[in-house]
């Protein structure tokens, strides 16, 4: 098994929770969710904030896909070593 190399972070409106209703300006320095009309003044780092909860968990999808991915690979080269065992 590889490693993902890439991850998605669906940003949702933070009234309604919709995940693809939004109109943004050309810098998105000013977002809207069309479906309940909610304004994102300070654009789409306003809306990253008010996402932290999804950055998180992505960091800890992320953690924990790394550290199994590591020690998949140092269990697979240190296999058969009589002086080296894994729990």
């Known amino acids: 098994m590889g490693i993902k190399k890439e991850y998605t972070i669906k940003l949702r409106c933070a009234t309604c929770g919709c995940e693809d209703h939004f109109e943004y300006n050309k810098d998105k320095s000013y977002v809207k969710c069309t479906f ?8 789409i780092e306003e809306l990253k904030e008010l996402n932290r909860n999804a950055f998180d968990d992505t960091k800890k999808e992320i953690k924990n ?14 296999k058969g070593n009589k002086f080296i065992k894994f729990k």
């Open 36 to 43: 309940c009309n909610r304004e994102y003044i300070g654009g």
């Open 65 to 78: 896909d790394v550290t199994k991915h590591l020690q998949d690979v140092l269990r697979k080269g240190f």
